[in-house]
Protein backbone atom coordinates (compact mmCIF):
# COMPACT_ATOMS: atom_id res chain seq x y z
CA UNK A 1 0.00 0.00 0.00
CA UNK A 2 3.10 2.39 0.93
CA UNK A 3 4.82 1.29 -2.68
CA UNK A 4 2.81 3.34 -5.15
CA UNK A 5 -0.63 5.36 -5.21
CA UNK A 6 -2.40 2.46 -7.88
CA UNK A 7 -1.02 -0.74 -5.40
CA UNK A 8 -3.00 1.03 -2.48
CA UNK A 9 -6.10 1.96 -4.40
CA UNK A 10 -6.25 -1.81 -5.37
CA UNK A 11 -5.35 -2.84 -2.08
CA UNK A 12 -8.34 -0.79 -0.87
CA UNK A 13 -10.53 -1.67 -3.32
CA UNK A 14 -10.27 -5.29 -2.47
CA UNK A 15 -13.00 -6.28 -0.05
CA UNK A 16 -11.25 -9.29 1.12
CA UNK A 17 -7.96 -7.60 2.36
CA UNK A 18 -10.30 -6.20 5.05
CA UNK A 19 -12.69 -9.13 6.28
CA UNK A 20 -10.21 -9.47 9.57
CA UNK A 21 -10.82 -7.55 12.00
CA UNK A 22 -8.62 -7.09 15.99
CA UNK A 23 -11.17 -5.78 18.46
CA UNK A 24 -7.97 -4.78 20.44
CA UNK A 25 -7.15 -2.15 18.21
CA UNK A 26 -8.17 1.36 18.32
CA UNK A 27 -11.64 2.42 17.72
CA UNK A 28 -10.48 4.64 15.11
CA UNK A 29 -8.79 1.66 13.34
CA UNK A 30 -11.88 -0.64 13.91
CA UNK A 31 -14.14 1.38 12.71
CA UNK A 32 -12.35 2.79 9.22
CA UNK A 33 -12.35 -0.56 8.75
CA UNK A 34 -15.80 -1.51 9.38
CA UNK A 35 -16.96 2.05 6.85
CA UNK A 36 -14.69 0.49 4.58
CA UNK A 37 -16.75 -3.03 4.39
CA UNK A 38 -19.84 -1.14 4.21
CA UNK A 39 -18.65 1.30 1.25
CA UNK A 40 -17.76 -1.97 -0.76
CA UNK A 41 -21.22 -3.80 -0.43
CA UNK A 42 -21.60 -4.35 3.31
CA UNK A 43 -19.37 -7.46 2.87
CA UNK A 44 -19.12 -8.96 5.99
CA UNK A 45 -16.18 -9.61 8.90
CA UNK A 46 -15.46 -13.44 8.15
CA UNK A 47 -12.48 -13.63 11.18
CA UNK A 48 -12.58 -11.64 14.62
CA UNK A 49 -9.66 -11.83 17.54
CA UNK A 50 -10.35 -10.47 20.31
CA UNK A 51 -8.76 -10.42 24.47
CA UNK A 52 -10.50 -9.66 27.25
CA UNK A 53 -8.99 -10.90 29.80
CA UNK A 54 -9.37 -7.79 31.84
CA UNK A 55 -12.69 -7.37 30.76
CA UNK A 56 -15.52 -6.85 33.72
CA UNK A 57 -18.52 -7.68 31.94
CA UNK A 58 -19.18 -11.04 29.84
CA UNK A 59 -22.07 -9.93 28.14
CA UNK A 60 -20.26 -6.59 26.94
CA UNK A 61 -17.47 -8.38 25.03
CA UNK A 62 -19.19 -11.22 24.01
CA UNK A 63 -22.19 -9.08 22.18
CA UNK A 64 -19.44 -6.71 21.04
CA UNK A 65 -17.89 -9.57 18.91
CA UNK A 66 -21.83 -10.60 17.69
CA UNK A 67 -22.12 -7.31 16.58
CA UNK A 68 -19.14 -7.33 14.47
CA UNK A 69 -19.13 -10.46 13.39
CA UNK A 70 -22.30 -12.51 13.28
CA UNK A 71 -20.78 -14.34 10.23
CA UNK A 72 -17.72 -14.90 10.90
CA UNK A 73 -16.02 -18.06 10.19
CA UNK A 74 -12.87 -18.00 12.40
CA UNK A 75 -12.78 -16.65 15.67
CA UNK A 76 -9.77 -16.24 18.17
CA UNK A 77 -10.16 -15.65 21.70
CA UNK A 78 -7.60 -14.37 24.54
CA UNK A 79 -9.86 -15.05 27.96
CA UNK A 80 -9.83 -16.42 31.71
CA UNK A 81 -10.99 -19.71 32.66
CA UNK A 82 -13.85 -18.13 34.06
CA UNK A 83 -15.30 -16.43 31.11
CA UNK A 84 -14.98 -19.93 28.94
CA UNK A 85 -18.94 -20.67 29.41
CA UNK A 86 -20.00 -17.11 28.26
CA UNK A 87 -17.59 -18.15 25.34
CA UNK A 88 -19.00 -20.82 24.21
CA UNK A 89 -22.36 -19.61 24.76
CA UNK A 90 -20.99 -16.88 22.27
CA UNK A 91 -19.78 -19.73 19.70
CA UNK A 92 -23.03 -21.27 19.62
CA UNK A 93 -24.38 -17.98 18.42
CA UNK A 94 -22.17 -17.42 15.34
CA UNK A 95 -24.26 -20.40 13.20
CA UNK A 96 -21.54 -19.68 10.60
CA UNK A 97 -18.24 -19.98 12.55
CA UNK A 98 -15.87 -23.28 11.81
CA UNK A 99 -12.22 -22.32 13.09
CA UNK A 100 -11.58 -21.53 16.79
CA UNK A 101 -8.26 -20.48 18.53
CA UNK A 102 -8.48 -20.26 22.03
CA UNK A 103 -5.83 -18.76 24.93
CA UNK A 104 -7.03 -19.60 28.52
CA UNK A 105 -5.52 -18.24 31.30
CA UNK A 106 -6.18 -19.87 33.96
CA UNK A 107 -7.66 -17.89 37.49
CA UNK A 108 -9.48 -20.76 38.73
CA UNK A 109 -6.78 -20.46 41.77
CA UNK A 110 -8.47 -17.34 42.76
CA UNK A 111 -12.13 -18.28 41.68
CA UNK A 112 -12.49 -22.06 42.62
CA UNK A 113 -11.59 -25.06 40.77
CA UNK A 114 -12.97 -23.77 37.37
CA UNK A 115 -10.45 -25.14 34.66
CA UNK A 116 -10.75 -28.54 35.68
CA UNK A 117 -14.28 -28.75 34.82
CA UNK A 118 -13.93 -26.57 32.05
CA UNK A 119 -11.57 -28.63 29.72
CA UNK A 120 -13.31 -31.43 29.03
CA UNK A 121 -15.96 -28.97 26.97
CA UNK A 122 -13.13 -26.92 25.14
CA UNK A 123 -13.68 -29.85 22.28
CA UNK A 124 -17.62 -28.33 21.50
CA UNK A 125 -16.04 -25.22 20.39
CA UNK A 126 -16.64 -25.47 16.45
CA UNK A 127 -13.54 -26.22 14.98
CA UNK A 128 -11.30 -25.60 17.89
CA UNK A 129 -7.91 -25.76 15.72
CA UNK A 130 -5.31 -24.10 18.54
CA UNK A 131 -5.32 -23.72 22.50
CA UNK A 132 -3.07 -21.86 24.89
CA UNK A 133 -3.24 -23.12 28.46
CA UNK A 134 -1.25 -20.56 30.45
CA UNK A 135 -0.65 -20.67 34.34
CA UNK A 136 -2.25 -24.05 34.61
CA UNK A 137 -1.69 -26.33 37.28
CA UNK A 138 -0.25 -29.53 36.14
CA UNK A 139 -2.94 -31.75 37.24
CA UNK A 140 -5.20 -30.11 34.62
CA UNK A 141 -2.97 -31.24 32.05
CA UNK A 142 -3.38 -34.86 32.90
CA UNK A 143 -6.90 -33.94 31.06
CA UNK A 144 -5.39 -32.84 28.13
CA UNK A 145 -5.22 -36.30 26.51
CA UNK A 146 -8.85 -36.76 26.31
CA UNK A 147 -9.56 -33.48 24.89
CA UNK A 148 -6.82 -34.24 21.72
CA UNK A 149 -9.01 -37.56 21.29
CA UNK A 150 -12.24 -35.49 21.18
CA UNK A 151 -10.74 -32.36 19.11
CA UNK A 152 -10.03 -33.76 16.10
CA UNK A 153 -8.97 -30.67 14.87
CA UNK A 154 -6.67 -29.24 17.56
CA UNK A 155 -3.08 -29.16 15.17
CA UNK A 156 -1.59 -26.33 17.84
CA UNK A 157 -1.14 -27.01 22.01
CA UNK A 158 0.58 -24.55 24.07
CA UNK A 159 0.25 -24.55 27.88
CA UNK A 160 2.78 -23.06 30.88
CA UNK A 161 2.24 -24.08 34.22
CA UNK A 162 1.43 -22.07 37.14
CA UNK A 163 4.87 -21.14 38.48
CA UNK A 164 6.75 -23.51 36.20
CA UNK A 165 5.48 -26.14 38.36
CA UNK A 166 7.46 -29.40 37.26
CA UNK A 167 5.36 -32.17 34.95
CA UNK A 168 6.36 -35.32 34.78
CA UNK A 169 7.32 -36.66 31.19
CA UNK A 170 5.01 -39.61 31.20
CA UNK A 171 2.32 -36.62 31.47
CA UNK A 172 4.53 -35.09 28.36
CA UNK A 173 4.22 -38.56 26.33
CA UNK A 174 0.49 -39.22 27.21
CA UNK A 175 -0.20 -35.93 25.59
CA UNK A 176 2.12 -36.41 22.56
CA UNK A 177 0.43 -39.69 22.03
CA UNK A 178 -2.99 -38.94 22.57
CA UNK A 179 -2.61 -35.77 19.62
CA UNK A 180 -2.09 -37.82 16.48
CA UNK A 181 -2.80 -34.80 14.11
CA UNK A 182 -0.40 -32.11 16.26
CA UNK A 183 1.64 -30.00 14.32
CA UNK A 184 2.66 -27.73 17.44
CA UNK A 185 2.99 -28.82 20.90
CA UNK A 186 4.75 -26.33 23.49
CA UNK A 187 4.99 -26.87 26.97
CA UNK A 188 6.66 -24.80 29.95
CA UNK A 189 7.52 -26.45 33.17
CA UNK A 190 10.23 -25.60 35.37
CA UNK A 191 12.84 -28.54 36.74
CA UNK A 192 12.84 -31.76 38.71
CA UNK A 193 12.83 -30.25 42.64
CA UNK A 194 13.27 -34.12 43.23
CA UNK A 195 16.86 -33.59 41.12
CA UNK A 196 18.56 -36.55 43.00
CA UNK A 197 16.17 -39.02 42.30
CA UNK A 198 17.07 -42.44 39.91
CA UNK A 199 15.80 -42.83 36.69
CA UNK A 200 12.69 -44.72 36.03
CA UNK A 201 11.42 -45.94 32.53
CA UNK A 202 8.10 -43.77 31.85
CA UNK A 203 6.99 -46.05 28.74
CA UNK A 204 6.58 -50.31 28.27
CA UNK A 205 9.81 -51.23 26.44
CA UNK A 206 7.96 -53.14 24.25
CA UNK A 207 9.94 -51.98 21.14
CA UNK A 208 7.47 -50.33 19.32
CA UNK A 209 7.80 -46.91 17.93
CA UNK A 210 5.43 -44.30 17.64
CA UNK A 211 5.11 -42.45 14.21
CA UNK A 212 4.03 -38.46 15.15
CA UNK A 213 5.05 -37.41 11.46
CA UNK A 214 2.48 -34.70 11.49
CA UNK A 215 4.85 -33.11 14.06
CA UNK A 216 6.51 -29.76 12.98
CA UNK A 217 7.13 -27.70 16.23
CA UNK A 218 7.89 -29.82 19.42
CA UNK A 219 9.22 -27.08 22.52
CA UNK A 220 9.56 -28.87 26.06
CA UNK A 221 10.59 -27.04 29.58
CA UNK A 222 13.34 -29.10 31.94
CA UNK A 223 13.47 -32.66 31.02
CA UNK A 224 16.43 -35.15 32.10
CA UNK A 225 18.79 -35.91 29.27
CA UNK A 226 18.31 -39.73 29.08
CA UNK A 227 14.52 -38.89 29.16
CA UNK A 228 15.11 -36.91 25.63
CA UNK A 229 17.10 -40.01 24.22
CA UNK A 230 14.40 -42.40 24.80
CA UNK A 231 11.91 -40.16 24.32
CA UNK A 232 13.46 -39.70 20.33
CA UNK A 233 13.66 -43.26 20.38
CA UNK A 234 10.57 -44.29 21.09
CA UNK A 235 8.78 -42.16 18.86
CA UNK A 236 9.12 -41.21 14.79
CA UNK A 237 8.93 -37.83 13.60
CA UNK A 238 9.68 -36.70 10.29
CA UNK A 239 12.48 -34.97 9.31
CA UNK A 240 11.31 -31.28 9.08
CA UNK A 241 11.15 -30.63 12.91
CA UNK A 242 11.92 -27.99 15.39
CA UNK A 243 12.52 -29.06 18.39
CA UNK A 244 13.89 -26.94 21.34
CA UNK A 245 14.40 -28.52 25.12
CA UNK A 246 15.85 -27.51 28.46
CA UNK A 247 18.05 -30.41 29.24
CA UNK A 248 19.45 -31.05 32.81
CA UNK A 249 21.89 -33.48 33.37
CA UNK A 250 21.10 -36.52 35.80
CA UNK A 251 23.41 -36.65 38.80
CA UNK A 252 25.96 -39.18 37.88
CA UNK A 253 24.72 -41.39 41.19
CA UNK A 254 21.37 -41.90 39.66
CA UNK A 255 22.28 -42.65 36.26
CA UNK A 256 21.82 -45.54 34.36
CA UNK A 257 25.52 -47.06 33.68
CA UNK A 258 25.07 -47.09 30.13
CA UNK A 259 24.21 -43.50 30.11
CA UNK A 260 27.36 -42.09 32.06
CA UNK A 261 27.59 -38.32 30.89
CA UNK A 262 29.13 -36.06 33.46
CA UNK A 263 29.34 -33.59 31.15
CA UNK A 264 27.53 -31.33 28.39
CA UNK A 265 26.53 -33.73 25.47
CA UNK A 266 24.05 -34.52 22.91
CA UNK A 267 21.60 -37.39 23.07
CA UNK A 268 22.76 -40.37 20.20
CA UNK A 269 19.16 -40.18 18.86
CA UNK A 270 19.59 -36.54 17.70
CA UNK A 271 21.97 -37.82 15.00
CA UNK A 272 19.24 -38.70 12.63
CA UNK A 273 19.27 -34.43 12.26
CA UNK A 274 22.93 -33.61 13.08
CA UNK A 275 24.28 -35.65 10.39
CA UNK A 276 22.58 -33.51 7.79
CA UNK A 277 22.86 -30.46 9.59
CA UNK A 278 24.41 -27.47 7.55
CA UNK A 279 24.88 -24.70 10.85
CA UNK A 280 26.27 -25.62 14.51
CA UNK A 281 26.48 -23.24 16.70
CA UNK A 282 26.98 -23.94 20.25
CA UNK A 283 27.37 -20.78 23.02
CA UNK A 284 29.40 -22.32 26.16
CA UNK A 285 29.43 -20.89 29.09
CA UNK A 286 30.18 -22.92 33.22
CA UNK A 287 26.38 -21.72 34.06
CA UNK A 288 24.73 -22.43 30.81
CA UNK A 289 25.34 -24.41 27.56
CA UNK A 290 23.80 -24.00 24.51
CA UNK A 291 23.73 -26.31 21.04
CA UNK A 292 21.80 -25.03 18.02
CA UNK A 293 21.80 -26.88 14.97
CA UNK A 294 19.76 -26.80 11.76
CA UNK A 295 19.22 -27.65 7.95
CA UNK A 296 16.91 -24.67 6.63
CA UNK A 297 14.61 -24.74 5.77
CA UNK A 298 14.11 -28.79 7.11
CA UNK A 299 14.86 -28.86 10.62
CA UNK A 300 16.34 -26.82 13.84
CA UNK A 301 17.16 -27.95 17.29
CA UNK A 302 17.75 -26.03 20.25
CA UNK A 303 19.22 -27.83 23.55
CA UNK A 304 19.60 -25.47 26.42
CA UNK A 305 21.46 -27.05 29.19
CA UNK A 306 22.32 -25.26 32.74
CA UNK A 307 25.30 -26.35 34.87
CA UNK A 308 26.44 -29.16 32.29
CA UNK A 309 29.78 -29.06 33.83
CA UNK A 310 31.02 -31.34 36.89
CA UNK A 311 33.06 -30.71 39.42
CA UNK A 312 36.16 -31.83 38.22
CA UNK A 313 35.89 -30.00 35.12
CA UNK A 314 35.12 -26.78 37.20
CA UNK A 315 38.05 -27.54 39.22
CA UNK A 316 40.44 -28.03 36.33
CA UNK A 317 39.59 -24.39 34.96
CA UNK A 318 41.34 -25.48 32.03
CA UNK A 319 38.87 -23.33 30.15
CA UNK A 320 38.15 -25.85 27.14
CA UNK A 321 35.44 -28.55 26.38
CA UNK A 322 35.88 -31.80 28.32
CA UNK A 323 37.13 -34.94 26.52
CA UNK A 324 33.67 -36.38 26.62
CA UNK A 325 31.95 -33.60 25.16
CA UNK A 326 34.39 -33.20 22.11
CA UNK A 327 33.92 -36.93 21.71
CA UNK A 328 30.19 -36.01 21.97
CA UNK A 329 30.02 -33.25 19.41
CA UNK A 330 32.62 -35.17 16.61
CA UNK A 331 30.50 -38.51 16.50
CA UNK A 332 27.13 -36.31 16.03
CA UNK A 333 28.56 -34.34 13.41
CA UNK A 334 30.61 -36.20 11.43
CA UNK A 335 28.20 -35.34 8.36
CA UNK A 336 29.86 -33.69 5.04
CA UNK A 337 27.18 -30.96 5.22
CA UNK A 338 28.28 -28.75 7.72
CA UNK A 339 28.58 -25.08 6.37
CA UNK A 340 28.83 -23.37 9.03
CA UNK A 341 30.36 -23.08 12.58
CA UNK A 342 30.10 -20.73 15.85
CA UNK A 343 31.52 -21.28 18.71
CA UNK A 344 31.25 -19.06 21.50
CA UNK A 345 32.81 -19.11 25.47
CA UNK A 346 34.43 -22.38 26.49
CA UNK A 347 36.12 -23.90 23.22
CA UNK A 348 37.53 -27.37 21.93
CA UNK A 349 41.50 -27.24 22.57
CA UNK A 350 44.23 -27.47 19.67
CA UNK A 351 44.25 -31.50 20.09
CA UNK A 352 40.94 -31.51 18.56
CA UNK A 353 40.77 -29.18 16.40
CA UNK A 354 43.70 -30.50 14.16
CA UNK A 355 42.76 -34.05 14.91
CA UNK A 356 38.62 -34.29 14.68
CA UNK A 357 37.14 -31.35 13.66
CA UNK A 358 38.98 -29.31 10.93
CA UNK A 359 39.69 -32.79 9.00
CA UNK A 360 36.17 -34.10 8.80
CA UNK A 361 34.59 -30.97 8.50
CA UNK A 362 35.83 -30.92 4.56
CA UNK A 363 32.90 -28.27 3.04
CA UNK A 364 32.83 -25.72 6.08
CA UNK A 365 32.83 -22.31 4.61
CA UNK A 366 32.01 -19.74 7.51
CA UNK A 367 33.93 -20.46 10.77
CA UNK A 368 32.96 -17.92 13.93
CA UNK A 369 35.19 -19.08 17.05
CA UNK A 370 34.84 -16.10 20.08
CA UNK A 371 36.64 -17.12 23.40
CA UNK A 372 39.30 -17.29 25.66
CA UNK A 373 40.75 -19.90 24.28
CA UNK A 374 40.51 -19.35 20.92
CA UNK A 375 44.02 -19.77 20.21
CA UNK A 376 43.91 -23.77 19.88
CA UNK A 377 42.35 -23.08 16.30
CA UNK A 378 44.53 -21.05 14.33
CA UNK A 379 47.43 -23.21 15.76
CA UNK A 380 45.64 -26.38 14.47
CA UNK A 381 45.43 -24.67 11.13
CA UNK A 382 48.48 -22.79 10.72
CA UNK A 383 50.54 -25.88 12.06
CA UNK A 384 49.49 -28.60 9.25
CA UNK A 385 52.14 -29.42 7.21
CA UNK A 386 52.13 -28.48 3.71
CA UNK A 387 52.87 -31.96 2.04
CA UNK A 388 49.31 -32.81 4.12
CA UNK A 389 46.76 -33.31 1.61
CA UNK A 390 43.73 -32.32 2.00
CA UNK A 391 44.71 -29.06 4.10
CA UNK A 392 42.99 -28.37 7.16
CA UNK A 393 40.45 -25.89 7.00
CA UNK A 394 41.04 -25.31 2.95
CA UNK A 395 37.17 -25.00 2.36
CA UNK A 396 37.03 -22.05 4.77
CA UNK A 397 35.80 -18.78 3.03
CA UNK A 398 34.76 -16.62 6.10
CA UNK A 399 37.22 -16.66 9.15
CA UNK A 400 36.57 -14.86 12.38
CA UNK A 401 38.51 -15.20 15.73
CA UNK A 402 38.43 -13.39 18.68
CA UNK A 403 40.28 -14.00 22.17
CA UNK A 404 37.82 -12.28 24.84
CA UNK A 405 35.49 -13.83 27.08
CA UNK A 406 32.39 -12.57 26.56
CA UNK A 407 31.26 -12.84 29.76
CA UNK A 408 34.05 -10.69 31.53
CA UNK A 409 34.98 -8.91 28.33
CA UNK A 410 37.30 -7.25 30.86
CA UNK A 411 39.32 -10.16 32.05
CA UNK A 412 43.10 -10.32 30.31
CA UNK A 413 43.57 -13.04 27.17
CA UNK A 414 44.37 -16.38 28.74
CA UNK A 415 47.80 -17.27 29.01
CA UNK A 416 47.06 -20.83 29.42
CA UNK A 417 47.16 -24.17 27.08
CA UNK A 418 45.72 -27.80 27.61
CA UNK A 419 48.00 -30.25 28.86
CA UNK A 420 48.00 -31.87 25.57
CA UNK A 421 48.80 -28.58 23.36
CA UNK A 422 51.46 -27.56 25.46
CA UNK A 423 53.15 -30.63 24.04
CA UNK A 424 52.98 -29.11 20.81
CA UNK A 425 54.36 -25.51 21.47
CA UNK A 426 58.13 -24.82 20.46
CA UNK A 427 60.65 -25.60 23.68
CA UNK A 428 57.95 -26.83 25.81
CA UNK A 429 56.39 -22.78 26.44
CA UNK A 430 53.20 -21.82 26.84
CA UNK A 431 52.25 -19.20 23.90
CA UNK A 432 50.73 -16.33 25.15
CA UNK A 433 47.06 -15.88 23.81
CA UNK A 434 47.45 -13.06 22.01
CA UNK A 435 50.45 -13.23 20.60
CA UNK A 436 49.73 -17.10 19.34
CA UNK A 437 46.16 -15.99 17.88
CA UNK A 438 47.16 -12.93 16.25
CA UNK A 439 50.38 -14.35 14.57
CA UNK A 440 49.12 -18.11 13.87
CA UNK A 441 45.71 -16.95 12.53
CA UNK A 442 47.66 -14.53 10.06
CA UNK A 443 50.26 -16.96 9.18
CA UNK A 444 47.04 -19.26 7.86
CA UNK A 445 46.07 -16.66 6.07
CA UNK A 446 49.14 -16.37 4.38
CA UNK A 447 49.61 -19.56 3.76
CA UNK A 448 45.56 -19.70 2.06
CA UNK A 449 47.48 -17.04 -0.04
CA UNK A 450 50.43 -18.29 -1.53
CA UNK A 451 48.09 -21.56 -1.92
CA UNK A 452 45.66 -19.52 -4.96
CA UNK A 453 43.03 -20.07 -2.27
CA UNK A 454 42.71 -16.51 -0.30
CA UNK A 455 39.99 -16.10 2.47
CA UNK A 456 37.49 -14.47 0.88
CA UNK A 457 36.68 -12.50 4.36
CA UNK A 458 39.19 -13.02 7.16
CA UNK A 459 39.08 -10.65 10.83
CA UNK A 460 41.05 -11.07 13.84
CA UNK A 461 40.55 -9.42 17.55
CA UNK A 462 42.23 -9.30 20.38
CA UNK A 463 40.33 -8.45 23.10
CA UNK A 464 38.66 -4.55 22.30
CA UNK A 465 41.73 -3.67 20.08
CA UNK A 466 40.36 -2.91 16.55
CA UNK A 467 40.25 -5.64 14.93
CA UNK A 468 42.64 -6.75 11.71
CA UNK A 469 40.85 -7.33 8.64
CA UNK A 470 41.53 -8.95 4.90
CA UNK A 471 39.18 -9.36 2.02
CA UNK A 472 39.92 -10.77 -1.51
CA UNK A 473 40.28 -7.97 -3.53
CA UNK A 474 37.38 -9.26 -5.91
CA UNK A 475 34.83 -9.73 -3.17
CA UNK A 476 35.61 -6.82 -1.67
CA UNK A 477 32.40 -4.39 -2.86
CA UNK A 478 30.16 -7.14 -2.17
CA UNK A 479 31.86 -8.15 1.53
CA UNK A 480 31.76 -5.02 2.68
CA UNK A 481 28.04 -4.72 1.85
CA UNK A 482 27.05 -7.91 3.59
CA UNK A 483 29.84 -7.60 6.54
CA UNK A 484 29.87 -3.97 7.49
CA UNK A 485 32.44 -3.94 10.63
CA UNK A 486 29.91 -2.98 12.85
CA UNK A 487 28.62 -6.92 12.43
CA UNK A 488 32.07 -8.31 11.97
CA UNK A 489 32.27 -8.17 16.14
CA UNK A 490 29.94 -7.54 19.02
CA UNK A 491 29.56 -4.67 20.93
CA UNK A 492 32.07 -4.14 23.90
CA UNK A 493 28.75 -4.66 26.13
CA UNK A 494 28.29 -8.35 24.82
CA UNK A 495 24.96 -8.16 25.85
CA UNK A 496 23.24 -11.72 25.43
CA UNK A 497 19.88 -10.47 26.01
CA UNK A 498 20.45 -9.52 22.55
CA UNK A 499 20.09 -13.15 21.15
CA UNK A 500 16.24 -13.44 22.13
CA UNK A 501 15.65 -15.44 19.33
CA UNK A 502 17.63 -18.17 20.64
CA UNK A 503 16.89 -17.71 24.12
CA UNK A 504 12.76 -16.47 24.08
CA UNK A 505 11.92 -20.58 24.63
CA UNK A 506 14.61 -20.33 27.69
CA UNK A 507 12.98 -17.10 29.02
CA UNK A 508 9.71 -19.10 29.37
CA UNK A 509 10.49 -21.85 30.90
CA UNK A 510 13.48 -21.41 33.20
CA UNK A 511 12.64 -19.53 36.49
CA UNK A 512 13.91 -16.81 37.33
CA UNK A 513 16.51 -17.53 40.55
CA UNK A 514 17.90 -20.44 38.08
CA UNK A 515 19.36 -17.72 35.57
CA UNK A 516 23.17 -16.83 35.38
CA UNK A 517 23.51 -13.40 36.59
CA UNK A 518 25.11 -11.77 33.55
CA UNK A 519 21.85 -13.12 31.80
CA UNK A 520 19.25 -12.47 34.03
CA UNK A 521 18.88 -8.21 34.37
CA UNK A 522 16.29 -7.20 32.70
CA UNK A 523 14.00 -10.66 32.01
CA UNK A 524 10.33 -10.57 31.42
CA UNK A 525 8.05 -13.08 30.78
CA UNK A 526 6.45 -12.33 27.66
CA UNK A 527 3.30 -14.62 27.80
CA UNK A 528 1.84 -17.46 26.70
CA UNK A 529 -0.42 -15.83 23.89
CA UNK A 530 0.14 -17.70 20.54
CA UNK A 531 -3.45 -16.60 18.46
CA UNK A 532 -1.24 -14.53 16.16
CA UNK A 533 -3.50 -14.24 13.25
Not at 366 to 385: E, M, S
Request: glycine share 4%; with cysteine.
Amino acid sequence: MTIHAKWCSSALAESENWTHIDLTWTEEHVSAITELLLAQGDTPVKSLRHSVRDATEDDAWASQILEFGPQATSLSLNLRSSQVEAALKLSESLSSLDTTRLSILDNSHAEGPLLPSILPRLPLFAGLTQLCLDDVAKSSLLLVPEILKKATQLTKLSARTAKLEYVEFATIVAIIEAGENLSSFECAFGPDPEGASAYSPWVSVDGRVIHRLKMKVLRLGFVWDDEIGDFLSSYKFGLRLQFEVIMKLRPLSAMRPRNRHPSFYLPRPLDRWSQKATSLKIYARPELWTAEFSRDPDFSFIIHCPNPLDDEDLASNSGFWPRTTTLNIDSLFAGKDLQTVHLEGILPDYDYWSSFFLPQWTVLSDLTVFGPGVHGLPRALRDRKPRSKPHLGESIQFLKVWDVDPQNPAAPPTQTTSSRSSKSSSQGKKPQARVDTMDSAFSYSDVREKRENPLSFFACRSQFENPRVRVKATDSESISAENPMSLVFPGRAMDWRQKRGIYKWLITSMPSALFPEWFSDGLKFEGCDFLAH
